[in-house]
């Protein structure tokens, strides 16, 4: 008859077996907080750009009836930041309403601490829009307008509700780069058509707190060479 001298562990099983990996241990804090930083990139980085494209898609086309692409959404989770690529928006009739090259938006996360929600950068790459106005008082932004409140009307009392107080907001630095707006007028006997291209607009430190400025400098250049231009 053979012994051995393994000790022998409370539960009757030689120390040891069992026990496995320490660091993946169910038992372990650890273990539930490498889970979590698991599941939060792989939410952030592959589950929430198809979730926000398919979501913005779906609600301008099957709520508000205008076609609509994506080209591409990124999500940076530890970034806190969101670039959206190559979106188009046509109108009910055909025509492109609105389009842009990238948005890009990069949210701080320390801003809770300073009861505001504060965004290191928000830049608009190759935007564009078509303004078009049919009578005194259809364009193409009302039609939106109502298309809007009937896919989202208000619920019943909150008609004419006051909504508050303005969120305290602030945007370090927002830039829009090379804009471009069709206009189009066809209240006169002859309609009226120009454009306004490139449309440069640079703003630091905008924002909706007390007694906080900003420094802004847009520029909007005519199609005749013209400019428009204004800081402060």
């Keep these: 008859m053979t012994t051995t001298d ?7 099983e030689p120390a040891g077996k069992g026990d496995g990996n320490p660091w993946l241990s169910p038992r372990r804090k650890r273990f539930w907080v490498i889970v979590l930083i698991l599941l ?32 591409k959404i990124q999500v940076n989770p530890y970034a806190l930041s ?4 190559g979106f188009e928006l046509e109108d009910t009739d055909g025509v492109k309403l609105a389009s842009f090259d990238e948005f890009y938006v ?15 950068q928000v830049q608009l790459t190759g935007p564009y829009f078509h303004f078009e106005r049919f009578d005194s008082g259809s364009t193409r932004i009302t039609r939106l307008l109502d298309d809007i409140e009937q896919a989202f009307p208000a619920k019943p009392g909150e008609e004419g509700k006051a909504t508050g107080d303005v969120p305290r907001v602030l945007i370090r630095n927002l830039g829009l780069n090379d804009g471009h707006v069709d206009v189009r007028d066809n209240l006169p006997e002859t309609p009226v058509e120009f454009q306004l291209s490139p449309i440069n607009i640079s703003i630091q430190e905008l924002n909706t707190l007390p007694d906080v400025h900003g420094q802004q400098t847009v520029a909007i250049h005519l199609s005749d060479d013209s400019s428009l231009k204004w800081s402060g």
């Design 40 to 71: 939060y990139t792989l939410l952030g980085f592959f589950a929430a750009p198809p979730l926000i494209k398919n979501t913005v898609v779906s609600l301008l086309q099957d709520d508000l009836g205008r076609p609509a692409k994506i080209e």
């Design 82 to 85: 969101v670039r959206v690529t």
């Design 6 to 12: 393994q000790p022998i562990a409370e539960s009757g």
């Design 106 to 120: 990069n949210f701080q996360f320390l801003s809770i601490l300073k009861w505001a929600w504060t965004f290191s």
